[in-house]
C-alpha cells in the first residue's frame, strides 16, 4: 500500500490565531514545507513581541521564560537531514506558541500583570506601590531566589517560580521602611521569614507562568 502524502493547509490564508488553534492530529499529519510555513510565522511574531518588551526595557515573566535563547529560528546548519529539520521545527513551534500564549508576552499584558500584582500588594500590606516600583520589589526577590534565601520550585524544594508571597510582602515593607539601608535587605529579608517560623505547608506561592492561567 503506498505511503499517504502528509497533510497540506491553506497556511496563507492563516492567521496567527489559526495557526495556534491547530489540532495535534492535523499538525502530526503536516509536511515539512507547511510546518516550515506556520512555524516560521509564529517564529516572526514572538520576534516583534520580544522586539518590543526590549525596546521598552521589560523583563516580563514570559520573556524570563525564554531563559538565555531571547530569539526564535527556524534556522538549521546545511546538511541537516529532513528527520532533524522536522523535529527542530515542531520544538519551535511549541516554544513560540507557549510564548506567544503568555499574557506578559506583549506590553499590554505586561501592564495588566503589574496592575494585578499592585492591587494584590495593596490588599495585602495596605502598601500602594507605583509599577516602576514592581521592578524593584522582584529585582530583590530574584536575587534573594538565587542566593537561597527565597526558595523556588527550580531548588527542588516547595514553591512556585517566583517564591512566597510572605517574602514579596516583607520586601514591599522594606522599601517603604526608612530605617532598612538597601544594603540590609538580604539579611533582613532571611531574618524576617525567619521569624514567620512557617512550616513547609503553610508556604503562599505565586506562579510566574501566569499568563496561560491569570
Known sequence: MANKKPKTINVAGMTISDIMGIDLETFNKMGEKDLRAITSRLVSASNKRIRRLEKNN????????????????????????????????????????????????????????QQQIIDDIEQTTGQKLQKGEISKVYEILHKAQERGIVETNTTGKKGGSKGSIQAREIIVNMLHDKNVHEDNYFEKLDDELERWNLKPDEYEYEDETEETEL
Open 58 to 113: 521589560v523583563s516580563s515573566p514570559a520573556y524570563r521564560s525564554l531563559g538565555s535563547d531571547k530569539r526564535f529560528s527556524t534556522k538549521l546548519p546545511s546538511g541537516t537531514s529532513k528527520q532533524q529539520r522536522v523535529n527542530k521545527l515542531k520544538q519551535e513551534f511549541a516554544r513560540a506558541r507557549s510564548f506567544l500564549s503568555s499574557k506578559t508576552s506583549t506590553m499590554k499584558g505586561y501592564n495588566q500583570y
